[in-house]
Nanobody, 121 residues
Framework: QVQLVESGGDWVQAGGSLRLSCAAS????????MGWYRQAPGKQRELVAA???????NYADSVKGRFTISRDNTKTTLYLQMNSLKPEDTAVYYC???????????????WGQGTQVTVSS
């Protein structure tokens, strides 16, 4: 059983900053790619940023230059530094991770419960 727990969501004024965290725990052998997704009311869930185990990153065009994704040395904690926030960044932010629980088991995608980010104008 793998748990992903997000934290750091809050209400902030436009132009402000927030830092989201996601901690992976449970029966984990290895974590591969991790990412942040978001879903605004009435919209589909979209990729915000992703990072591989080797540190390669990928960002949505809408957040490039403003958001930075990173992970710690254990590679089980994920961060998203969000600067210059805009009202259109308002959404529930979800953490995603590809996890192997044993050497011989397949990679499985796991999701957190989400953390609300609200940016007011």
């Amino acid at each position: 059983q793998v748990q992903l727990v997000e934290s750091g969501g809050d209400w902030v004024q436009a132009g402000g900053s927030l830092r989201l965290s996601c901690a992976a725990s449970g029966s984990i052998f290895s974590v591969r790619a991790m990412g942040w997704y978001r879903q605004a009311p009435g919209k589909q869930r979209e990729l915000v940023a992703a990072i591989t185990s080797g540190g390669n990153t990928n960002y949505a065009d809408s957040v490039k230059g403003r958001f930075t994704i990173s992970r710690d040395n254990t590679k089980t904690t994920l961060y998203l530094q969000m600067n210059s926030l805009k009202p259109e960044d308002t959404a529930v932010y979800y953490c995603n991770a590809e996890v192997k629980i044993k050497l011989w088991t397949p990679w499985e995608t796991n999701w957190g419960q989400g953390t609300q980010v609200t940016v007011s104008s």
